[in-house]
């Protein structure tokens, strides 16, 4: 349960200490208690999103009710434990106004990266590796809970990058999702650019052992080629997984 700035107990959202309109600051430090993350441009954005209609003063200052407080709690828990779109998130809060029950999915179980087992991997990998399906920018968007200056950002840095007619490979949503929680903890598009710079350097060792198979007349000779790239991307997630394990337990020592 989150306490108010003033130490008084209430419910999760409490925005002061006789429930009255406080200022996004105070908002944000009733929130950190439940969600450290959460940042004041967290918030704006779920403004903008229209997620929370904030009061404003004359001279333009938010003023949150009691009610704003817990609606963006409600919100970040959505986030965090079901890894809903914000979309989806709008639509369930929307249904619970009007008095409606929409049952939502099982909390999600994120998984260890560090301890994927090799099966696990190789079925990342494999899925990664198949024919991939388009998707357009609206459906990306929708998909992930981002916003559109948010993607643009991630494109300029290449963590996402659209095919000429402006389609996306349905393993962007998987990529952008992954960006965004990171953001969650402060890691911003350009601290990404070495992860990605690793991963095109890891794609091209990969890509310089399977090429000449790639090249030969034989069809089943190619038809390997693509499963020896399956395997070695494989092996390279959990070379690289364990080798960030080793420098975060030398770090720890």
């Not at 965090?80 to 049952?103: F, S, T």
Request: hydrophobic residues 40%; contains cysteine; glycine residues 8%.
């Amino acid at each position: 349960m989150l306490q108010t700035p003033s130490g008084g107990a209430g419910s999760s959202g409490t925005a002061g200490a006789e429930g009255r309109p406080v200022s996004i600051g105070t908002v944000l430090t009733v929130l950190r208690e439940e969600f450290p993350e959460v940042t004041i441009s967290k918030i704006r954005f779920l403004e903008a999103e229209g997620l929370v209609e904030p009061q404003r003063t004359p001279s333009g200052y938010r003023k949150f009710r009691p009610v704003d407080v817990e609606r963006l709690a409600q919100v970040l828990r959505m986030q965090r434990d079901h890894y809903l779109p914000l979309k989806v998130i709008r639509e369930h809060l929307d249904a619970l106004e009007r008095g409606e029950r929409i049952p939502l999915p099982a909390p999600g179980q994120p998984r260890d990266a560090l301890d994927l087992p090799e099966d696990a991997c190789e079925a990342v990998v494999a899925e990664a590796s198949a024919p991939a399906a388009r998707i357009g920018r609206d459906e990306l968007l929708a998909a992930t809970g981002v916003t559109e200056a948010e993607l643009a950002e991630w494109e300029s840095y290449g963590l996402v990058a659209p095919h000429p007619d402006g389609a996306f490979a349905a393993d962007s949503v998987a990529v952008a999702r992954l960006v965004a929680d990171l953001g969650r903890f402060g890691l911003e598009p350009r601290h990404l650019r070495a992860m990605k710079a690793a991963a095109d350097r890891e794609a091209g060792l990969v890509e310089q052992v399977v090429a000449p198979l790639r090249r030969h007349r034989n069809p089943q000779t190619r038809a390997h080629a693509e499963a020896t790239a399956r395997e070695l991307a494989g092996l390279s997630v959990r070379l690289h997984a364990a080798l960030v394990q080793s420098a975060l337990q030398q770090r720890g020592q």
